[in-house]
């Protein structure tokens, strides 16, 4: 991998990311749209890792209040009386379901969706394309029929199970873990701003667990030394925009609704479809 491939997939990782697009897709249809093989496990660890510095970055203060929150109620062994106590406790159990599904499917979705070093199959294009399409039409539904009235200290833990379950599926490029868990969000009468906090909060523990096991996986495996200066431009091209993405996203759904993400998600379906047809 050049420079300038690792540039534009560690902007497309910041971009995509946080924004209900899918940026497990995105990383796959830029590849096959520009001719470029699979980057590989190392530069996934170096786009994982970005955009979880982003994440912490961005939220480093709810962190330190959730991780203080975390060992309050231990302490007084009770779990809801301070708004950061309970996040800490409602991430945990909406974590458990994206950690299982992770831990039994990882492999499997990798071994469908990614071909290192090999074209991407028009099978699994569209896969993405349907599940983009899909997903899209879901997101929809909540934004059109949800009432928008609640705020993230009113998430039940049976909420956060169900938002948990909907992070689990975003193993499925195209689905989108942001994409997911804000349209459980808005299902459950979040309001916008609030689910996307949620779900940016929910994310970081599985950003971090999934980066963390890559990077073991790559130290194992060994890492050339020609990868190192584009896993480097690549993770601080990830960090920085998914910053300023999740700055944006936050203040945009503010007064704004996701529907302009839907649109772009039909849109991508479809281009997908007409490129598999124009190659065949």
Known sequence: MDLFQALVLGVVQGLTEFMPVSSSAHLIIVPWVLGWHDPGLAFGVALHLGT???VLTYFWRDWLDIIKGFFASLAARNLGQ???????????????????????????????????NEAHRASAMLAIAALLAMLGALLWLAERLARHRRTLSQISFGD???????????LLPGVSRS??????????????????????????????GAGLKEAYDVLQAGFPAAERLPF?????????????????????????SVNVFVYYR?????????LVLLRR
Do not use: K, M
């Not at 169900?162 to 975003?170: D, E, M, P, R, T």
């Not at 349209?183 to 523990?205: D, I, M, N």
């Open 160 to 170: 956060a199970i169900v938002i948990g379950l909907a992070q689990a599926l975003a």
């Open 52 to 54: 979880l510095l982003a």
């Open 266 to 274: 039909w849109l991508l379906a479809l281009g997908i479809v007409l």
């Open 232 to 256: 480097l431009v690549g993770f601080l091209a990830a960090a920085v925009v998914g910053y300023l993405c999740i700055a944006f996203l936050l203040r945009y759904l503010q007064r704004n």
């Open 82 to 116: 301070t708004l950061h106590r309970r996040l800490a406790w409602l991430i945990i159990v909406g974590c458990i379901p994206g950690a299982v599904a992770g831990a039994l499917g990882d492999q499997f979705i990798e071994s469908l969706f990614h071909s290192p």
């Open 179 to 208: 994409g997911s868990t804000i349209t459980a969000g808005l299902a459950l009468g979040l309001r916008r701003e609030a689910a996307a906090r949620f779900s940016f909060l929910l994310a970081t523990p599985i950003i971090a």
